[in-house]
C-alpha cells in the first residue's frame, strides 16, 4: 500500500516539476542580448535624440520603419527609460489614454509615408540594424534612429494636443 502512494507521489512532483526543467531560452545576435525596450544613446544639442529601437516586420525595410514608428510612439506616450539615462524619461503627453483620445489624429500620423516621418530619422541603417531574431516570416531589428523631440512637441502644440 505505501508503494502504491510512493508511486503517486513520484508521479505527481515529476508532472510538478518537469516544466520548470525545460531549458531557457533566450534570443541573442553575436554573443549579445538585446531588449525590445527603447534605448537612449544620446541627445543633441537642437533636442533631438538618439535612440535604438526595435521592429518587427515581413523583411528589413518593414521592420526598420515599424522601428521608426515606435521610437516615436515611446518619445511621445512612454518616455525613454532605458539605455545611458541621457534622454527624458518623461513622454511628451501625460494624458492619460492620449492615444485613444486623439485615435484619429495619430493613425494619420504614423500611417505608412505619414507625417512621423519628418521626426525621425536613420542614423546609420546599414552599420546599425541587426536581426534579432526571425519566427516564421517575421524579422526582428533594432535600429539607431534620431527624434527631433523639440520639432515633435512643437508640432503637437501647434495641432492642439498639448499645451505649451
Known amino acids: 500500500m505505501a508503494m502504491k502512494y510512493s508511486f503517486w507521489i513520484l508521479s505527481l512532483l515529476l508532472l510538478i ?72 524619461d518623461k513622454p511628451l503627453i501625460f494624458e492619460v489614454n492620449a492615444r485613444e483620445k486623439y485615435e484619429f489624429y495619430f493613425n494619420r500620423f504614423f500611417a505608412d509615408g505619414g507625417e512621423y516621418e519628418k521626426y525621425v530619422s536613420s542614423e546609420d541603417e546599414n552599420r546599425t540594424s541587426r536581426i534579432k531574431g526571425e519566427s516564421g516570416t517575421q524579422k526582428n531589428y533594432g535600429v539607431v534612429v534620431r ?18
Not at 41 to 53: H, I, K, M, Y
Not at 147 to 164: G, M, S, W, Y
Request: aromatic share 6%.
Open 17 to 88: 516539476l518537469a516544466p520548470s526543467c525545460r531549458k531557457s531560452t533566450s534570443i541573442s545576435s553575436q554573443g549579445s542580448f538585446y531588449s525590445f525596450e527603447t534605448q537612449c544613446l544620446g541627445t543633441e544639442l537642437d533636442g533631438s535624440v538618439t535612440v535604438r529601437a526595435w521592429g518587427t516586420g515581413s523583411d528589413k525595410a518593414d521592420a526598420v520603419e515599424q522601428a521608426k514608428k515606435n521610437a516615436l510612439n515611446d518619445v511621445i506616450f512612454k518616455g525613454i527609460r532605458g539605455g545611458n539615462g541621457g534622454c527624458s
Open 147 to 164: 527624434v527631433k523631440r523639440a520639432e515633435l512637441r512643437q508640432r503637437l502644440i501647434n495641432d492642439n494636443i498639448i499645451k505649451p
